[in-house]
């Protein structure tokens, strides 16, 4: 049976690497601030504990800014047309690979052209052509 000395060496560490004995920090340092510079040092550092955005402040080493709400929305849309655009090329280069005769764009326009007709001629008769225009258009 192994003794328990050796066990607690062999556990593993979890969380960062130590640093070197020359880089391991072992200074504090105390800053007294009035309630209205608190308020302004909570602002700035966001979700950072007040020590880690102070040392951020003084190395200038920031860490990288998450994405605002909205603009997270705009990344999940470009996304998912990013991936659609992947699919796309996907089945075009299968196409290619396997010999099958890709459609011109100009045959794509024409059956898109015949489909519209198609739906607007399924419309009531209540709409005007040029109603139907404008909504197109838009």
């Known amino acids: 049976m192994q003794n328990p000395s050796s ?9 960062p690497e130590p640093l070197p004995p020359g880089e391991r920090r072992t200074h504090t340092i105390s800053v007294r601030l009035n309630p209205t510079e608190l308020a302004l040092l909570d602002a700035k550092r966001g979700r950072l504990a007040r020590g ?6 003084l190395l200038n080493r920031w860490p990288p800014v998450a994405p605002k709400p909205i603009a997270v929305a705009q990344w999940r849309a470009l996304a998912r047309v990013g991936s659609n655009l992947n699919q796309i090329a996907a089945a075009i280069n299968s196409a290619r690979f396997s010999g099958a005769s890709l459609p011109s764009v100009a045959d794509i326009r024409d059956v898109l052209l015949a489909l519209r007709s198609t739906l607007l001629a399924a419309r009531t008769d209540e709409e005007t052509d040029e109603e139907i225009d404008q909504e197109t258009d838009t």
């Open 7 to 15: 066990l607690i060496a062999r556990r593993r560490r979890h969380g």
């Open 52 to 57: 880690e955005w102070m040392r951020a402040a």
